[in-house]
């Protein structure tokens, strides 16, 4: 009991007559409830600031002139406090307020989405009177309205909670709904013509204590105690936010945000929470494919694999292991990407592998910089995005660090081409020329403050942004692509400048797609074997474990697809990989399919790539199917089957192993278990993060791999290879930009042409059509306003926009952005090219 | 009937028709309590405020000096007046704010000046125009005289003030409420902790939050000091206040008087003040402070106009408004009119008032209109009872503001005062004042 610190820290109160500790600064609300006491309330809520509003939680508490009746959502413990939660007082007053939220709500609960997960009705069933003494006329509104396409509002059953609106305005930072009205006749309401278009409006649904908000997608759809769920992790993005998979039976109908300290404090975004309209989609692929006469028809699991294994085999036999290549793999699981790096380097022999589509980064690059978390991100003394726009990619990543720069002050420098949605809370946003990121980099890094301008960017706002770094030796670097319209080498050169410049530094990598550091992590790179190992590095260790390795360093993305145009590839895989829509250069990606022998797309859905397939195998997708999936951070966290695959879709790892089967090869595992032991006795980065770990409370909110150095046992087995590190480059040529060419900029929305959202008949309809945002400067200079349509001239080809003037795109620059329904910049762009120049033609 | 002779501090000038001019105001002693000030020292300046006992005069009645004590010692400190005046029959701060609009600003000015603020605000009600358009033009000359503004009277002191209007709601009377109005926000009361004006006011600076005849009285006491101030008056109620004095009384008005010194039956029925009943009929009931104030019957009249006197009976001076009713008046339909009033006020944030103060409003109604039910009484006594527990004065408050507990004031006097008058209305099935 000696401990000082801690017994100095807390703060005693008496609470119901039992002394009781709580944390200095703690409401009483929250102390009470992890003491064992849980008052009632409906506004208040653990992850936003307090308001006070509902006043269920009033309870007695001893002051100068006695006992009186407190809020203790806002009232925060002190030393000595006595609080009673049961006193006749309190429950007056509870019961009071109870029968007055009651005054004006409507008793439609057997209708009511929310009946039977309903505080308002779980309360008043525990502690409501049994009839009712208000015999008026109840409040009448005009039910439902939309608030969004996707969120509805019931006010005659709103309680006035603020939730929602506290949400959207603190949480979200997108304040478009409040407080209309007053008294009884106050409504939640949005702006006249501003509809709710929060990226995070669904999570106003969950935290809503009745059935006042409803999603569009849920609706009607189910009764709460039909439904059983499981917890999971979302692997629509990168972040890996953890969450509740509801089914009823074997339909998936809800999914809701589970509350982690590390990643996701409870929030999803819509496109994750409401994605799962895609899984249950009619259109999934539910059988194998194959092209016979021009048309894709089902066969059989048998014919299918025997068709792609006999391909495989003449393949092998007549050009060899380099005419085989895998893309793709970011909808997997870890143990399905382990078991396909493993056919494709040990059975296959090739080392043409890739999960990421010419959008991300060098895999030696983001396994080799050292990482850092997103705790680490947001405690940072300075964080310096190189990035594309994380509300846009990483939408709960954008809510974090939102949060850090709004509660603590986050110093944030953004290296951008273009205004992001974090640039409000960034304390310099450094708008650089496409391609010249490095420069900018090189300018922050820089011994002596940077006295001229440097990428675009101005001497002044660069000498500001170098001396925030020079405050503090604790920078972590969110390094992504800022634009897909400049060559990741530019962007890998501004990474090496920070890396070498701003010693400590550690890196969270924002690549933006589901799995796809997973899909790192286990292999399936060029060059790289699972637990972040070069080829040579790992040669020794896993030639004994797997027996063959590739002899050299395979090609990436865009080699392969330049390969495959050439004719030069037998056999190309997509692993849920669609370069048509995808690959930042659609032409190279069309010669390339149609260049490629066999085609074969293990995919959920027929996607514009897939569809050009000779074979096509269902794969089993989230929900469908157990594994673990690994995060931005390299947080390794266990998924869970909720519903059966629909038809005869499998997990990709079985397919895998049933290829390698057909081929007289045996990848060792015949269950999904033995795929992750595997991994965690080879995978350097992996070790001892066993499946028991991963179940037990320790991991409940996932493992960050490579676990610390402490708590790793040495069990003197082999030396495992070293883990991947990053050295220095150098500069990279590119063109200069002349007076009246704009330099393209790109960069994803968050509603995009991808599967999630065209497959989710909610989301479909919220893509934006395509618009060419230009600085109004540029705008004028070409006699042209908003709504106006002019024509871009691009190297490849020429096309018809409507123009929108935006400030957030600096001079010189256009922004598009990428995979948009219909043709898109994807079609502009040249792979070869560092950046793409367009010049606009006024019509 | 006595009526004292103490000098009328805040509203001598009102006599003159041009009184809200600077001319007036310069040829009457203005702004000489400012450079008085000036030459003081601000700590010379609270100290006489202390001295003088200067109760607020918005409704709470808080010492005006211990205000001033109280702000947390933080850059930068902000002034802001209260002339959001809204509460049926209240007018007085109306009167001031046409009347004499110089004078509040000379006393914000010197308020400003003895708490050491960056910047002063008037927030003044929105519905008053010619309030506001003197109020502007007042502030306009104080700037060219050179009273406000840069180095104010050149003693190197500099001050700005801004005039900011009300967008017409009671609850922005409500010192937090008209914090959010002022930023520009809408008008929720914030909650106490953390959101004492004090401690976190506009824009979570230290601010002072006082009234506008509060600040009124600022210059004579800076002038006269406050000894004098303290002589008139007794207890802790010192001074002189203005009463706004309706309902059926034969001249109905704003009447400075001396407090203590005068009483409730002077101001309703002395010859220079209400003179008396219209048509010389019984008074039945007189509201003593304000809409939110419990009522007083006849057999209180000559209860002194002392705010602690009024408190220990068990309601309030509040907000100076004091309202005759007499025996033609329904006590039904007047408690109802009230409810009314706060339910359509109520800004909708805490559940009983919100809720609460609807479902009291419905009842009434009920009542009046001859659809009341016997229980009914018992009903609203336990509905205003979950607003404000226990139907004590001072109330005991379910909600962040003081709006909550003033819903029950009118209800509860009427039902226990007129009990029989309710009953009436239900037998009969009508309002036998033929409502």
Known sequence: MATEPEVAAAVHILLDGRPVEARPGEMIIAAAERAGVYIPRFCYHPRMKPVGMCRMCLVDVKGPRGFALTPACFVAVAEGQEVVTDSPAVKKAQDGVLEFLLVNHPLDCPVCDKGGECPLQDQTLAFGPGESRFVEEKRHWEKPIALSDLVLLDRERCIQCARCTRFADEIAGDPQIDFAERADRIEVATFPGQPFTSYFSGNTVQICPVGALTATPYRFKARPWDLEEVESTCTTCAVGCRMAVQSSGDWLTRYLGVDIDPVNLGWLCDKGRFGFEAIISKERVTAPLIRKAGELVEVSWAEALDSVSSSLKDALRVHGPGSVAVLGGARLTNEDAYAWAKLAKSVLGTDHVDAQLGDGLPAEVVLGLPRATIDDACSAGALVLLAPDVKEELPVLYLRLRAAALDRGLPIIEITPQRTGLSRYAGGTLMYRPGEAAAVARALVSSTAPGADAGGVPAAALSRAWSTLQDTDNVVVVLGRPSLAESSTLVVEAARVLAAGLPGARFLPALRRGNVHGALDMGLAPGILPGRVGLEAGREWYAAAWGSLPATSGLDCQGILSAAAEGKLQNLFLLGADPLSDFPDRDLATRALAGAGQVVAVDTFLSDSSKRANVVLPAAMFAERPGTTTNMEGRVSRLAQKVTPPGAAWPDWMIAAELAFRLDRDLGFSDLAAVWDEIEKLAPSHSGITRDLLASPAGADGVVAPLRAESKETDGEAVRPATLTVGTGTAVEFPALDAYSLRLVSGRTLWDAGVTVTRSPSLKGLAPSLRLRVNPYDLDRLGVTTGDSVRLHAPRRSCVLETVADAGVPRGSASLAFNTPGDGVADLIDATSAVTDVRLENL | ?435
């Open chain 2, 1 to 435: 009937m006595a009526v004292s002779d103490a000098p009328r501090i805040v509203t001598a000038r009102l006599d003159h028709p041009d009184s809200h001019t600077l001319r007036r105001f310069l040829a009457t002693g203005g702004y000489d309590g400012l450079r008085r000030a000036l030459s003081m020292g601000p700590e010379a300046v609270r100290e006489e405020v202390n001295k003088a006992s200067l109760l607020g005069r918005g409704g709470a009645g808080f010492p005006a000096g211990q205000k001033w004590s109280m702000l947390r010692k933080a850059e930068p400190v902000y002034l802001v007046v209260n002339g959001d005046e809204s509460e049926p029959a209240t007018f007085k701060d109306h009167m001031l704010i046409e009347g004499d609009p110089h004078q509040i600003i000379e006393g914000t000015l010197i308020t400003a000046f003895a708490i050491g603020a960056a910047q002063a605000f008037i927030y003044i009600r929105g519905e008053f125009a010619l309030g506001l358009e003197r109020m502007t033009q007042a502030v306009n000359e104080a700037y060219e005289h050179g009273a406000a503004g840069r180095d104010v009277f050149g003693s190197g002191w500099s001050m700005d003030v801004v005039v900011h209007p009300g967008a017409g709601a009671y609850i922005c009377g409500d010192e937090t409420g008209l914090l959010e109005s002022l930023e520009g926000k809408r008008g929720f009361p914030r909650i106490k902790p953390p959101f004492f004006p004090a401690v976190y006011g506009l824009y979570q600076a230290p601010t002072v939050v006082n009234n506008v005849e509060t600040m009124s009285n600022i210059p004579w006491i800076v002038l006269n000091g406050g000894d004098a101030f303290t002589a008139l008056g007794d207890n802790r109620s010192r001074g002189t206040r203005v009463f706004a004095v309706s309902g059926h009384v034969k001249r109905p008005g704003n009447y400075e008087v001396e407090m203590v010194k005068t009483t409730f039956r002077d101001l309703i029925y002395a010859p220079v003040y209400g003179a008396g009943i219209s048509g010389d009929r019984a008074l039945k009931a007189f509201i003593p402070g304000g809409a939110s104030s419990y009522w007083f019957g006849p057999d209180r009249l000559d209860m002194p106009l002392d705010q602690d006197e009024v408190g220990k009976a068990g309601t309030m001076l509040g907000s100076g408004s004091i309202v005759a009713m007499d025996e033609t008046a329904c006590m039904v339909r007047a408690a109802w009119r009230l409810t009314k009033f706060f339910h359509a006020e109520s800004c909708g944030q805490c559940t009983p008032c919100r809720e609460g103060g609807g479902w009291l409003e419905k009842i009434m109604r009920r009542i009046e209109s001859g659809q009341g039910r016997e229980a009914d009484l018992e009903l609203l006594l336990d509905v205003c009872d979950n607003i404000a527990p226990g139907l004590t004065w001072p109330p005991r408050q379910t909600t962040i503001c003081p709006l909550g507990p003033s819903i029950p004031s009118p209800i509860v006097s009427a039902v226990r005062m007129f009990r029989d008058e309710f009953l009436v209305h239900i037998k009969e099935g009508a309002c036998p004042y033929g409502h």
